[in-house]
């Protein structure tokens, strides 16, 4: 049985960094990709960043460009995502996702989800 579980969520200050973890386990082959997602109260879930296993290339959301960075662990089977430089509006509820699908883009092309790890940043 596939398992996701996030950690490294918290509190912080504007301008302060965080890095997310994504364990996985249970797989009986490699996903093509792995994301984040995120979700704040009263608004969709939005992509964040994907890493493609394929060519380890990586799609970010315009509003994390520059700040976050997404990276495959293969030692631990885990993808993290490093955030600097954090706003208040990255304040959300923070998924990791992996997708068997080519050229996955879009939530709904990501089919195993873990629980979620809460970002609040404040000023």
């Known amino acids: 049985q596939v398992h996701l579980v996030e950690s490294g969520g918290g509190s912080v200050q504007t301008g302060g960094s965080l890095r997310l973890s994504c364990a996985t386990s249970g797989y009986s082959s490699k996903p093509r990709a792995m994301g984040w997602f995120r979700q704040a109260p009263g608004k969709e879930r939005e992509r964040v960043a994907i890493?493609?296993?394929?060519?380890?290339?990586?799609l970010y959301a315009e509003s994390v460009k520059g700040r976050f960075t997404i990276s495959q662990d293969n030692a631990e089977n885990a993808v993290h995502l490093q955030m600097n430089k954090l706003r208040i509006e990255d304040t959300a509820m923070y998924y990791c996702?992996?997708?068997?699908?080519?050229?996955?883009?879009?939530?709904?092309?990501?089919?195993?989800w873990g629980q979620g790890t809460q970002v609040t940043v404040s000023s």
């Open positions: 890493i493609y296993f394929s060519d380890l290339s990586t």
């Open positions: 996702a992996t997708s068997g699908v080519y050229a996955a883009y879009t939530s709904t092309d990501f089919d195993y």
